[in-house]
């Protein structure tokens, strides 16, 4: 699963919210679909700059993600090295597109079902759903990481090297 960074669970989040709001969609479109409106969050481009450049390629995003090479410097590379350098891997962005990673849907309200990929609502779900689990990882992280420094600043116990007297 992708790596847990704040960078990422925001991502997630404001698309699942311009999503909410009316954006564009439709899961046929590169620029509209999924990754798509991830895409546009996080690049800032429109969904017919990411057309464009998904153009450059051959398939959907997830085959795109597939013969992702991080030696390329084609635009597609771009957009692929935008995702990764989130957190994704390209099993992320094939599961973004399909709604299938199954921590996720087990992490779903109400539990275990499956998502249809080109249903709104079921993406916004599966966007929120995949944020929360991403954030509850990172902050059992930086929880981790704060005990462990902490237990590295405490002082030492020292032993008295004087009697008490009393």
């Known amino acids: 699963m992708a ?4 960078e990422l669970i925001e991502a997630l989040r404001q698309t699942a919210t311009n999503l909410r709001n009316g954006a564009y969609y439709a899961w046929g479109h590169h620029g509209g679909c ?9 690049t800032k481009l ?27 410097h084609v635009p597609l590379g771009l957009m692929m090295t935008k995702l990764m350098e989130l957190g994704l891997t390209p099993t992320d962005i094939h599961n973004i597109e ?3 990673d199954r921590e996720v849907l087990n992490a ?3 539990g275990f079902r499956w998502l249809k990929r080109n249903q709104r609502e079921d993406v916004i779900l599966y966007l929120d759903t995949f ?8 902050l059992a992280q930086v929880s981790i ?13 020292r032993e008295l090297t004087s009697p008490i007297s009393i």
Do not use: F, M
């Open 34 to 42: 999924n990754c798509g409106n991830l895409l546009q969050v996080v």
């Open 131 to 138: 944020a929360n689990v991403l954030e509850d990882r990172l």
């Open 145 to 157: 990481e704060t005990l462990l420094e902490q237990a590295d600043q405490r002082p030492a116990h």
């Open 3 to 6: 790596t847990a960074r704040l």
């Open 46 to 72: 429109s969904k017919e700059e990411i057309l464009q450049y998904a153009h450059s390629g051959i398939g959907e995003w997830t085959e795109i993600a597939e013969e992702y090479c991080s030696v390329t």
């Open 108 to 110: 779903l309200p109400g």
């Open 98 to 100: 399909y709604l299938e």
